[in-house]
């Protein structure tokens, strides 16, 4: 693990998670990398799937769904595999993803939610307990 990175956003809205994964997404794409994105449930799924399409001006992210066997550069899903295929996991999910010492970058978004901060501060702990030094980015505001 090359580098773990917490996003705190500045709101509890889910659709700001979601949003903040597409810009995070759309960054890495941009760099070459591939990217497991880590979501709760199918509805979330759903959610960024849309989002993947719309979130700016032009924008489409090629993206599937890891049920799918999709083989896209971004993978929507509920546990990334086993073995590493992408560089960037972001996690939406409460826990950490399984094997995630395995990947080069982990990415944690957290929404303002008194549940979700508390899980996040254990991830944290967790990665740090583990030798790794997470950043953490606390944003004012999602554009």
Not at 63 to 76: M, N, Q, R, S
Not at 114 to 138: I, S, W
Request: hydrophobic share 40%; charged share 25%; with cysteine.
């Amino acid at each position: 693990m090359e580098r773990i990175d917490f996003y705190i956003l500045a709101s509890a809205e889910p659709r700001a998670a979601a949003f903040f994964a597409c810009r995070l997404a759309d960054k890495a794409f941009a760099q070459g990398l591939r990217i497991f994105v880590r979501v709760r449930d199918r509805q979330q799924a759903e959610l960024l799937d849309e989002l993947l399409w719309t979130f700016r001006q032009g924008s489409f992210l090629p993206h599937g769904f890891a049920e799918d066997g999709a083989d896209e550069p971004i993978v929507l899903g509920t546990q990334p595999p086993a073995e590493p295929s992408h560089e960037l996991i972001i996690n939406l999910a409460a826990e950490p993803p399984a094997n995630w010492e395995r990947y080069q970058r982990l990415a944690e978004v957290v929404e303002q939610e008194p549940g979700q901060l508390e899980q996040a501060r254990m991830r944290f702990r967790l990665y740090r307990d583990h030798g790794h030094t997470p950043n953490y980015h606390k944003l004012e505001q999602e554009s």
